[in-house]
Structures are given as structure tokens and as C-alpha cells.
């Protein structure tokens, strides 16, 4: 019987889950996003992390200037940076990675954060 359940909670952790009405949860000394029982690990002071403290200081749907994140993952004004439009990139390309991670590791289809314009949001 015991064998049984966990047959059940290794299948049922394997299984992608939707994020919509879940707790998610950034714990940024760790640099851990968990879903429930699920944690996707970030890398601690790189780009992600740094995209992930700024995003989980907000409600979801709430757009955050590009330019803000910039500065929390280089320490620098966008206006600081030679090239904008590669500033720019680089936020875009974090995004992208990091919801490419949480795909991976919380086993979802759905992205946590979107980029529109110079914006970016946490979806949930």
C-alpha cells in the first residue's frame, strides 16, 4: 500500500501543472521559486535571480519598466548602458531564460512573466 502512494506522488509530480490560482513563492536568500511542493532553483546574484527579486516585489499584471530591471540585475542606469537597445536584450533574454527554467523545473506550460514593449510582468 505504501509502495502504491508513492508510485501515485511520483506520477503526480511529473505531471505539468497550470499555474493559474497557484501560490508561487520566491524565496530570494535561496533563490528558490516554489509552486506548491515544486521549486525551481535560480542561480544566486546572476541575471535571473536578480529578474526575480524585482518581479515578486509587485502584484501580478503589474508591468515593471524594463529600465527597472536592468538596473537590478547590472547596478547600472539604462542610461548608464553604451548600447540601450542591447540593455533592453539583455532583460528580454533573462525573461525568456528564466521562464524557460521554471518550464523545466516546475514542469508547466506556462510562462510566470511577459514582455511587452519596454515592460515586463508576472503573469501569476
Not at 10 to 30: H, N, V, W, Y
Request: glycine fraction near 4%; charged fraction near 35%; include cysteine.
Amino acid at each position: 500500500r505504501t509502495k502504491v502512494i508513492v508510485e501515485r506522488k511520483k506520477e503526480e509530480a511529473q505531471r505539468p501543472i497550470s499555474l493559474k490560482g497557484k501560490i508561487i513563492e520566491f524565496d530570494d536568500k535561496k533563490g528558490l521559486i516554489r509552486v506548491g511542493e515544486r521549486v525551481c532553483r535560480l542561480p544566486l546574484h546572476k541575471n535571473e535571480h536578480s529578474l526575480a527579486r524585482i518581479m515578486f516585489q509587485t502584484q501580478p499584471h503589474t508591468p515593471i519598466q524594463a529600465a527597472d530591471v536592468y538596473k537590478e540585475i547590472s547596478g547600472n542606469s539604462i542610461d548608464q548602458a553604451k548600447n540601450k537597445k542591447r540593455a533592453l536584450k539583455i532583460v528580454e533574454d533573462t525573461m525568456l531564460r528564466l521562464n524557460k527554467r521554471i518550464k523545466k523545473e516546475i514542469n508547466t506550460h506556462d510562462r510566470l512573466f511577459a514582455w511587452e514593449g519596454k515592460l515586463v510582468q508576472k503573469d501569476y
